[in-house]
């Protein structure tokens, strides 16, 4: 942004105002045309406001073709900077707009646009204005009728929201479909797409006894990998009924795959549309990972028929109302149907990981943002994972019960409304009786809190204190913090391992302390002997610890724990402890050793037959770099790649026998199944293979030829790639000869060649770019490639010289005009970056400082760029 008269202008959540009209239906007529589609709005309109005023409708790259009001064509209008203001109107009128649009130049993926020969939509957040002028806020709530008209053979199927209500063909090759939503829905969940595909049709009978209409729509010859995405699909519409109570609404449900499209998938109402990533699966494709991703995102985008579209948000500030509480959502679905316990260590990866860096980061801000430029720049994991543990910890606090009392009050107060996040927080408190006026500093206070921990035992009184202070460090939006309330769940363990039971004034109290005060202390009685104590039991919070453990209790939490999160939160203790001195010694330029209490753990587990698979691969999998560095107030990239791999590698050295028995013993019992058992050993077998591949390497390369799973290969191509084993070449050459025709399944071959920290990285990475299987057009593509080196290939893309920033700098400055929302998302490596040391943080600035400068920096990247160099100037 060179002309500074030119920013963008900030929007705040305390400026909301509620609209000056609303429209009650819109009947959109779409003539598809890829260069010149014509689309005809009309409106009914009604002034709310009670003087009279303009209309301000929204619109962004539409031409404007003619305007009326009440069929009289309308002259009192003007055009100005993304408005259409319109004056000179009675209170109740039809509004009838024709606009043109240009959906194969469309290269943003944001409104009408084209994936491959189809076109589609992509409407949330503000994108249905470059669809037409409109009301372009989620507050204002319409019913639809569409009808599309296009060539009948190059586009047999034509789609919209709700139910076909008629169709015919025309004389000029075309045919035309109309469809009608009765539920009213903003803007944003409008949905269009018209193609040729393959269609697997199915049905569900609801628990009223309705029959559903199931079809998912796929680029030909998908057919045979449609099978899971339409069985999760139906799960998920069972699980909602049996766990909240909620039933599909509408006659038929349909999902359709693309292949361009900027994020996960898009709860449009009854016309989902999907990443084709989110979608195709069968076993030579896909990675169990993979198909329990899909399950989850179809399973939330499915949640959100109900928490989003029947109950939406009134503003754009209050998007964790709907995101937060489906996320919860999904997670529940998925831990119901799979492992509670490996699902909530993967959530809690991911905190720790990525959501604890946003709140650390340049863009920090509350579940429910105050400030915003760019809308889009705000589906983040704050919003979304924060906002979902927000909703855990008041499930936490009310059980089950009282929170799906919570849920009905909620749904039965605010159906067919457009509210906010303090009325989902209301209904949960008027339906519990429980105070949650505190509670909800959640929402408004940005940042990870910090417990310190206290503790003391008097033998004599049998007494044990536990002393908890909170703290949540000033964040770079927002200076001062308040004490929250904070559930935090925990056990106290006899020296045998045995649980103690908790007494407070001779009664029994429940393990969910309340934490409301910066300070609390409670007084438990009874307690025969030095306990040790479990915090977080289940990561009651989204906090973190300050706490001295020694390894004698970290070992008996490991071993005793009741709650299987708490195991193996008591393992990443145990681990961080010895990373944290490990990487003292490599500053200081000693030797490492890894000590032998480490070593016997990890054969102690390694043994253990009657351990859970799935969480035994869990235990034996070493935190990431990125885990690692939340742990550390300043990080040193070099130090951490080193230590970490000092420790796999020294592991791997120290119990060869021990990691090949196991390795071996998984592929031995794997049927090859979707059981969760079978994908619990799968997992095991991969986490191994890391070891294996440093001992016996040709065990790993067997792993990749001879399964014919795609989980294994993806395994063992992972294990070659980390510990750069001969056999590695022989492996990727395979898998580029079988799938270079199929970028979906070559995104993960991308995404591992982009962070194989070998010498040379940049330049392979440069080098990708050109492979024919590569398109800087597709996001999967560019975050398999690009996104994959900046955030998981730390050593190259934080390399000293700067070539690193250097590459993304010049990926961004392409993206920045084609396709700002994808730039956006892959800038974050890049300003996330505080806590480097003053010359990265220089050269990182100097890339910030390039892109600050371009003459049409995307709003999406000024916000980002402006606040990264506020912080790293500071
Ligand atoms: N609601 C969409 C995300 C839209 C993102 C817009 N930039 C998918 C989801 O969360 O279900
Ligand atoms: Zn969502």
């Given at each position: 942004m060179a002309d500074s008269s030119a920013q963008p202008i900030a929007k705040y959540r305390s400026d909301y105002q509620a609209p000056d009209y609303t429209i009650e239906n819109v009947s959109l007529e779409f003539d598809l045309d890829a260069t010149a589609t014509k689309v005809v709005a009309v409106s009914t309109v009604v002034r709310q406001a009670k003087e009279i005023s303009d209309l301000v409708l929204d619109g962004e790259k539409l031409e404007l073709l003619s305007i009326s009001v009440n069929q009289q064509a309308h002259q009192a209008y003007k055009l100005s900077d993304g408005q259409l203001i319109i004056s000179d109107l009675p209170e109740r009128f039809e509004l009838k707009i024709e606009t043109q649009l240009n959906p194969k130049e469309n290269k943003a993926f944001e409104g009408l646009y084209q994936s491959g020969e189809a076109f589609c939509t992509q409407c949330e957040a503000e994108g249905f204005r470059r669809i037409t002028y409109f009301l372009d806020r989620p507050d204002v709530l319409a019913t639809y009728t569409t009808k599309i008209i296009a060539d009948k053979a190059q586009y047999p199927f034509l789609l919209s929201n709700g139910n076909k209500v008629d169709q015919g063909d025309l004389a000029n090759g075309k045919h035309w479909v109309s469809w009608q939503d009765p539920f009213p829905k903003p803007s944003y969940l409008f949905a269009l797409v018209a193609g040729d595909f393959d269609l697997l049709e199915d049905s569900f009978v609801t628990q009223s006894g309705r029959t559903i209409a199931l079809e998912l729509f796929v680029d030909k010859g998908n057919l045979d990998r449609t099978e899971h995405a339409m069985a999760s699909l139906k799960e998920a519409m069972r699980w909602d009924e049996q766990r909240f109570g909620l039933e599909y609404d509408l006659d038929i449900y349909m999902i359709v795959a693309v292949d361009f499209f900027n994020m996960g998938a898009m709860e449009n109402k009854g016309l989902n549309v999907f990443n084709s990533k989110y979608v195709l699966a069968n076993k030579q494709s896909a990675t169990d990972n993979d198909f329990l991703g899909i399950e989850a995102v179809i399973g939330h985008e499915y949640f959100h028929n109900w928490t989003g579209n029947r109950i939406t948000c009134r503003d754009w500030f209050q998007l964790s109302l709907k995101e937060g509480l489906t996320v919860f959502r999904d997670q529940e679905f998925s831990s119901d149907l799979g492992s509670r316990a490996v699902n909530r260590i993967k959530n809690v990866r991911l905190l720790r990981s990525h959501q604890f860096a946003e709140?650390?980061?340049?863009?920090?801000?509350?579940?429910?943002?105050?400030?915003?430029?760019?809308?889009?720049?705000?589906?983040?994991?704050?919003?979304?994972?924060?906002?979902?543990?927000?909703?855990?910890?008041?499930?936490?606090?009310?059980?089950?019960?009282?929170?799906?009392?919570?849920?009905?009050?909620?749904?039965?107060?605010?159906?067919?409304?457009?509210?906010?996040?303090?009325?989902?927080?209301?209904?949960?408190?008027?339906?519990?009786?429980?105070?949650?006026?505190?509670?909800?500093?959640?929402?408004?206070?940005?940042?990870?809190?910090?417990?310190?921990?206290?503790?003391?035992?008097?033998?004599?009184?049998?007494?044990?204190?536990?002393?908890?202070?909170?703290?949540?460090?000033?964040?770079?939006?927002?200076?001062?913090?308040?004490?929250?309330?904070?559930?935090?769940?925990?056990?106290?363990?006899?020296?045998?391992?045995?649980?103690?039971?908790?007494?407070?004034?001779?009664?029994?109290?429940?393990?969910?302390?309340?934490?409301?005060?910066?300070?609390?202390?409670?007084?438990?009685?009874?307690?025969?002997?030095?306990?040790?104590?479990?915090?977080?039991?289940?990561?009651?919070?989204?906090?973190?610890?300050?706490?001295?453990?020694?390894?004698?209790?970290?070992?008996?939490?490991?071993?005793?724990?009741?709650?299987?999160?708490?195991?193996?939160?008591?393992?990443?203790?145990?681990?961080?402890?010895?990373?944290?001195?490990?990487?003292?010694?490599?500053?200081?330029?000693?030797?490492?050793?890894?000590?032998?209490?480490?070593?016997?753990?990890?054969?102690?587990?390694?043994?253990?037959?009657?351990?859970?698979?799935?969480?035994?691969?869990?235990?034996?999998?070493?935190?990431?770099?990125?885990?690692?560095?939340?742990?550390?107030?300043?990080?040193?990239?070099?130090?951490?790649?080193?230590?970490?791999?000092?420790?796999?590698?020294?592991?791997?050295?120290?119990?060869?026998?021990?990691?090949?028995?196991?390795?071996?013993?998984?592929?031995?019992?794997?049927?090859?199944?979707?059981?969760?058992?079978?994908?619990?050993?799968?997992?095991?077998?991969?986490?191994?293979?890391?070891?294996?591949?440093?001992?016996?390497?040709?065990?790993?390369?067997?792993?990749?030829?001879?399964?014919?799973?795609?989980?294994?290969?993806?395994?063992?191509?992972?294990?070659?790639?980390?510990?750069?084993?001969?056999?590695?070449?022989?492996?990727?050459?395979?898998?580029?000869?079988?799938?270079?025709?199929?970028?979906?399944?070559?995104?993960?071959?991308?995404?591992?060649?982009?962070?194989?920290?070998?010498?040379?990285?940049?330049?392979?990475?440069?080098?990708?770019?050109?492979?024919?299987?590569?398109?800087?057009?597709?996001?999967?593509?560019?975050?398999?490639?690009?996104?994959?080196?900046?955030?998981?290939?730390?050593?190259?893309?934080?390399?000293?010289?700067?070539?690193?920033?250097?590459?993304?700098?010049?990926?961004?400055?392409?993206?920045?005009?084609?396709?700002?929302?994808?730039?956006?998302?892959?800038?974050?490596?890049?300003?996330?970056?505080?806590?480097l040391d003053a010359e990265r943080k220089a050269l990182i600035v100097e890339q910030l400082q390039v892109l600050a400068e371009l003459e049409d920096l995307s709003k999406d990247l000024f916000e980002k760029v402006t606040n990264g160099l506020q912080q790293l100037q500071a």
């Open positions: 709140d650390a980061g340049p863009m920090a801000h509350p579940i429910r943002p105050d400030k915003v430029i760019e809308m889009n720049n705000f589906y983040t994991l704050t919003v979304y994972e924060k906002g979902a543990e927000v909703i855990r910890m008041l499930h936490t606090l009310l059980g089950e019960q009282g929170f799906q009392a919570g849920m009905k009050t909620y749904v039965d107060r605010h159906d067919g409304q457009a509210v906010t996040c303090d009325d989902f927080v209301n209904a949960m408190q008027d339906a519990s009786g429980k105070d949650l006026s505190l509670f909800k500093r959640w929402y408004s206070q940005s940042g990870t809190p910090v417990l310190k921990v206290q503790t003391h035992y008097d033998q004599n009184k049998q007494q044990f204190s536990l002393t908890i202070a909170q703290h949540t460090p000033a964040t770079a939006e927002q200076e001062d913090k308040q004490a929250l309330h904070i559930p935090v769940s925990i056990e106290l363990l006899a020296s045998d391992g045995s649980s103690l039971a908790l007494q407070v004034n001779e009664e029994s109290v429940s393990s969910v302390l309340e934490l409301t005060e910066t300070e609390q202390t409670w007084l438990f009685e009874g307690i025969g002997e030095q306990p040790t104590l479990v915090m977080l039991q289940e990561f009651s919070a989204p906090v973190k610890l300050e706490m001295d453990y020694s390894s004698e209790q970290l070992l008996l939490i490991i071993n005793n724990a009741s709650n299987t999160f708490a195991r193996w939160d008591g393992m990443q203790k145990l681990v961080s402890i010895w990373m944290k001195q490990a990487v003292a010694q490599v500053q200081a330029g000693n030797n490492l050793q890894l000590e032998e209490a480490i070593v016997n753990t990890f054969k102690l587990l390694s043994e253990d037959s009657a351990i859970d698979k799935g969480l035994l691969a869990e235990l034996l999998t070493i935190s990431s770099e990125n885990e690692i560095a939340d742990g550390f107030a300043d990080v040193d990239i070099d130090a951490i790649a080193q230590a970490r791999d000092f420790f796999i590698r020294s592991l791997a050295l120290a119990l060869p026998e021990q990691f090949v028995a196991l390795e071996q013993a998984c592929a031995k019992a794997d049927k090859q199944s979707l059981a969760h058992e079978d994908i619990n050993l799968r997992s095991l077998r991969a986490a191994c293979l890391q070891y294996v591949a440093y001992s016996q390497p040709e065990l790993v390369a067997a792993a990749y030829f001879d399964s014919p799973t795609m989980t294994n290969k993806l395994a063992a191509m992972s294990a070659a790639n980390n510990a750069d084993i001969e056999q590695r070449a022989a492996m990727f050459r395979d898998y580029e000869q079988n799938w270079q025709h199929d970028g979906l399944v070559m995104d993960k071959w991308f995404a591992l060649e982009a962070s194989y920290a070998k010498e040379g990285s940049l330049a392979r990475v440069q080098a990708l770019a050109e492979h024919p299987s590569f398109s800087m057009e597709n996001p999967n593509r560019v975050r398999s490639l690009v996104g994959s080196f900046a955030n998981n290939n730390a050593r190259h893309f934080h390399a000293k010289d700067g070539s690193g920033y250097r590459y993304l700098g010049e990926i961004l400055r392409v993206l920045n005009t084609q396709n700002p929302q994808v730039a956006s998302r892959l800038i974050t490596p890049l300003i996330q970056t505080v806590k």
